[in-house]
Nanobody, 116 residues
């Protein structure tokens, strides 16, 4: 089973930036589309951004133009650069495959808090 470890969250002010990292163990990383998800209190988990093994990216409307997903296959790591953060971006952020198919366990996530 693939393990995922997210890091890089924190507390920032509105308009600030953070860079999240997700390190994956196991060999599935390089052949799978990976994505960043988030879950805010009382809300369902949502997919924000995805990147294919060929570096094709897609974003949800809520983060398009502000967030950038990237990957380093040599390091089995996927990143999320978050700029112009807003209070509504406050959530726990996770990475996983897209679609989620159970081959990778959900990690603990990393908390992002944006103050107004």
């Amino acid at each position: 089973q693939v393990q995922l470890v997210e890091s890089g969250g924190g507390l920032v002010q509105t308009g600030g930036s953070l860079r999240l990292s997700c390190a994956a163990s196991g060999s599935i990383f390089r052949i799978n589309t990976m994505g960043w998800y988030r879950q805010a209190p009382g809300k369902t988990r949502e997919l924000l951004a995805r990147i294919s093994p060929y570096f094709i990216t897609r974003y949800s409307d809520s983060v398009k133009g502000r967030f950038t997903i990237s990957r380093d296959n040599a390091k089995n790591t996927v990143y999320l650069q978050m700029d112009n953060l807003k209070p509504e971006d406050t959530a726990v952020y996770y990475c996983n495959t897209v679609p989620v198919d159970g081959r990778a366990d959900w990690g603990q996530g990393t908390q992002v808090t944006v103050s107004s």
